[in-house]
């Protein structure tokens, strides 16, 4: 089992370290979670969507190992070090199931626990996500924009071309690597918003990362 220990808590947001066998990782984090959680790579069937009913999530739910899947009609494993939220990337556009789900999942899960949104995790929200509670992301979003040709920012995701725009200067866009810069991007976002958890200013960051996304910021004024 994964150990998780908070070390810093800022609002909702946190700054840990999740020993998982011989890694450990400070986060929040984007890493390779098959890499660091293989079983995620042996489920099948298993991804309900968080809108299914009592009946349905009886039948099909399963917790699965580590990272534990949760969902909102259906028990949360007692004893996880690691919690996996799938298909929360269906929810970042929609603020009042976002901030229901939100609610309903984490009065089910142990507090102190890793919680990983699956393919969610984009420049522009990844402040949100970790303003919200998230310590675990993966590459998947960042890497569809990339096959779709999207150059990510903070401030949203815009046509390829806008690499040569000299509006980032990063290995990625120096080298003509669409993909690079994406994954950087997000890197980079998470340290920022990491520094900020620092000092005790994740709500003024968010405020000011989320005035171009009306999501979040619906998102914030529901989390009020
Ligand atoms: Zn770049």
Redesign the pocket.
């Known amino acids: 089992m994964s150990v998780f220990d908070v070390r810093k808590r800022d609002g909702l947001a946190r700054i840990g370290v999740l020993k998982n066998g011989e890694t450990i990782l400070s986060t929040p984090a984007v890493c390779n979670m098959q890499e660091l959680f293989p079983s995620l790579g042996e489920r099948g069937f298993t991804n309900l969507p968080l809108s299914a009913g009592a009946s349905d999530a009886e039948r099909f739910f399963a917790a699965g190992s580590e990272p534990s899947a949760v969902h909102p009609q259906a028990e949360a494993a007692a004893d996880a070090g690691a919690y996996l939220f799938a298909n929360w990337n269906n929810t970042v556009t929609d603020s009042r199931r976002y901030v229901e789900y939100l609610e309903k999942l984490y009065a089910k899960i142990r507090p102190d626990a890793a919680r990983y949104a699956p393919a969610s995790a984009l420049p522009s929200n990844v402040a949100s996500l970790i303003y919200c509670g998230f310590d675990l992301f993966d590459y998947t979003a960042v890497d569809l924009c990339t096959i779709q040709g999207k150059f990510c920012t903070t401030e949203g995701e815009f046509e390829a071309d806008y690499m040569e725009k000299g509006i980032?200067g990063?290995e990625?866009?120096r080298a003509g690597d669409l993909g690079l810069?994406n994954r950087?991007?997000l890197e980079r976002e998470i340290a920022n918003a990491r520094l900020w958890i620092e000092r005790g200013q994740i709500r003024e960051y968010m405020e000011m990362r989320c005035r171009m996304q009306p999501e979040q910021v619906e998102i914030l004024r529901r989390l009020d």
């Open positions: 980032c990063c990625g866009c810069h950087l991007a």
